[in-house]
């Protein structure tokens, strides 16, 4: 019913800048909360940022805070991550996901990969 689906990642240089697309589709965009997840290889998936329905409140990982940011466009069904001054560590699959209030994220998307090269 609900699909998510990521675009606008790629390769970038060291100290670029990246912005990644996830267009929902098939449900009510406005009622969900929208996050922002990334896994390496290797590695757990782990938490980057999240927005919730008006986008009146975001909050971020501590390693992400003042590089990336987090917005949402409800007349486009669509949330972003803005990546500023982008290095090697951040490279890795992310995924947008969707949740109602008081629940943990249940919707994901097939991700798209960012690779830093240095």
């Known amino acids: 019913q609900v699909q998510l689906v990521e675009s606008g990642g790629g390769l970038v240089q060291a100290g670029g800048s990246l912005r990644l697309s996830c267009a929902v589709s098939?449900?009510?965009?406005?009622?969900?909360?929208m996050g922002w997840f990334r896994q390496a290889p290797g590695k757990e998936r782990e938490f980057v940022a999240r927005?919730?329905?008006?986008?009146?409140?975001?909050y971020y990982a501590e390693s992400v805070k003042d590089r990336f940011t987090i917005s949402r466009d409800n007349a486009k069904n669509t949330v972003y991550l803005q990546m500023n001054s982008l290095d090697p560590e951040v490279s890795a699959v992310y995924y947008c996901?969707?949740?109602?209030?008081?629940?943990?994220?249940?919707?994901w998307g097939q991700g798209t990969q960012v690779t830093v090269s240095s």
């Open positions: 996901a969707a949740k109602a209030s008081y629940e943990d994220f249940y919707l």
């Open positions: 927005i919730n329905w008006s986008g009146s409140v975001t």
């Open positions: 098939g449900g009510t965009f406005s009622s969900y909360n």
